[in-house]
């Protein structure tokens, strides 16, 4: 049974940083696909930051420069650190996993495990 828990999760001023933490278990990183997606109020699920399983990173416009998706495979546990942090980024995020790949813009009905999700607010 696959298992997945967000943390890290929290307030922070615009500009300021996060680091959310995935921890994965009944699950292995070497063969599959993790990523964050989120969710602002009133919007659909977006693609944040997806991790394939030789490591090959992909990002939403929205967050490239800004965002670094990392997975330590000892640890079985997904990173995604976020940097100058603005407004728009307030959301619940979403760890996500599969055995197939996704890419940020699949669509996530498609995407087989997650998380429960951590709030993310980033006040102006």
């Known amino acids: 049974q696959v298992h997945l828990v967000e943390s890290g999760g929290g307030s922070v001023q615009a500009g300021g940083s996060l680091r959310l933490s995935c921890a994965a278990s009944?699950?292995?990183?070497?063969?599959?696909?993790m990523g964050w997606f989120r969710q602002a109020p009133g919007k659909e699920r977006e693609g944040v930051a997806a991790i394939d399983s030789d490591g090959s990173t992909d990002y939403a416009d929205s967050v490239k420069g800004r965002f670094t998706i990392s997975k330590d495979n000892v640890e079985n546990t997904l990173y995604l650190q976020m940097n100058s942090l603005k407004p728009e980024d307030t959301a619940i995020y979403y760890c996500a996993a599969d055995v197939h790949p996704f890419k940020t813009t699949s669509d996530w009905e498609t995407i087989k495990y997650w998380g429960q999700g951590t709030q993310v607010t980033v006040s102006s």
């Open positions: 009944g699950y292995t990183h070497n063969n599959n696909f």
